[in-house]
């Protein structure tokens, strides 16, 4: 009996050698890559400068998307040029990769229970990231009623940029 039981073990054990003989294998490597966050800071805000209503006529008062943040007074009456700009962002991201541009949070400024419309806009929604800093500005077209009363009118817009 003894003999019977070295024998059926002998067996066993070269049957799980013969299927692992035949057994293949292969290997995988396993990456990631993490990208520098988007990161956005503000260097100047959006200011439309000092504005005299007409009386009796409405105008637009704009300011463009670009760094000079040049001014349009839309045939209403214009002061305070000095103060004047386009609100600038300093946008930086992953080198080679492109990010996207998003407006939110402001249609009105307002002084007190008045208000004024208000539309903005962006120099680019889609920016080249380059490995520094990309400016972005931001400009907008304020609607001034006639005999809009006086005041200092603000408010708060929210620029998102993130990774297409």
């Not at 040049?70 to 305070?80: I, Y």
């Not at 380059?130 to 929210?158: E, I, K």
Request: proline share 2%.
């Amino acid at each position: 009996m003894k003999k019977l039981i070295t024998v059926f073990a002998a067996g066993a054990a070269m049957a799980s050698f013969g299927s692992a003989a035949n057994a293949a294998t292969a290997t995988a490597d396993a990456t990631a890559e993490i990208l520098q966050q988007v990161q956005i800071s503000k260097t100047a805000d959006l200011n439309f400068g000092t504005i005299v209503p007409d009386d009796t006529v409405a105008g637009t008062v704009s300011v463009a998307a670009n760094a000079a943040g040049t001014r349009n007074c839309g045939g209403l009456t214009c002061a305070g040029g000095a103060l004047v700009s386009s609100a600038a962002f300093d946008v930086t991201g992953a080198n080679g990769l492109s990010v996207d541009v998003a407006l939110s949070g402001l249609t009105q400024l307002t002084s007190g229970t008045n208000s004024m419309p208000i539309s903005l806009s962006a120099s680019s929604t889609t920016l080249a990231m380059t490995g520094s800093a990309v400016a972005l500005y931001v400009g907008g077209d304020l609607s001034v009623a006639a005999n809009q009363p006086a005041g200092t009118y603000d408010g708060t817009f929210t620029v998102t940029a993130d990774y297409q």
